[in-house]
């Protein structure tokens, strides 16, 4: 059915330019739309709450110190099994086992620095569109 999930372009995405190449993806998946989308610099607060489960592990500092680095560019998007679709789209975590294809594949080779966030399941999408749209309904 419908959904709606929570997508970062990470300030690697930004920096190298990629933010219209990713949308494009996105945007020409069927019955898919961009509800919301916006340009800004992440809060240690708003970090600390989205990376929460992280807290602790050896990457977490150097993560959000990537994170806060320069502006990501947020969305939300709705429409058909997109919380699973967007995941497909970006591939796995470490860009080197990522398919040329993906987002990841065709364009990353940091783990840190794979360029796109999507919410992994309906819960962590809810949870996380809270943090980055606390006005949407
Ligand atoms: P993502 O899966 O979107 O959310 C957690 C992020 O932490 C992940 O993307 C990477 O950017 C980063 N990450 C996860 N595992 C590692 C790791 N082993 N080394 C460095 N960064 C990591």
């Known amino acids: 059915g419908s959904q709606r999930t929570l997508v970062l372009l990470k300030p690697d995405a930004v920096r190298r330019s990629l933010v219209g190449e990713i949308i494009s993806r996105i945007e020409r998946k ?5 509800t919301a989308l916006e ?9 600390e709450q989205h990376y929460g489960e992280h807290k602790g592990k050896p990457f977490y500092e150097p993560l959000v110190e990537f994170m806060s680095s ?15 679709g967007v995941r497909t789209l970006a591939g796995p975590t470490d860009p080197i086992a990522a398919t040329p ?6 364009f990353g080779t940091i783990v840190r620095e794979n360029l796109i966030h999507a919410s992994d399941s ?9 943090i980055f749209f606390p006005g949407l309904a």
């Open 39 to 47: 340009l800004r610099s992440l809060t240690q607060d708003v970090l």
């Open 101 to 106: 294809g993906s987002i990841r594949g065709d």
């Open 30 to 34: 069927a019955g898919w739309q961009i």
């Open 70 to 84: 320069g502006p990501v560019v947020a969305l939300v998007v709705e429409g058909e099994r997109v919380i699973e």
């Open 122 to 130: 309906e819960e962590s999408a809810e949870r996380e569109l809270k």
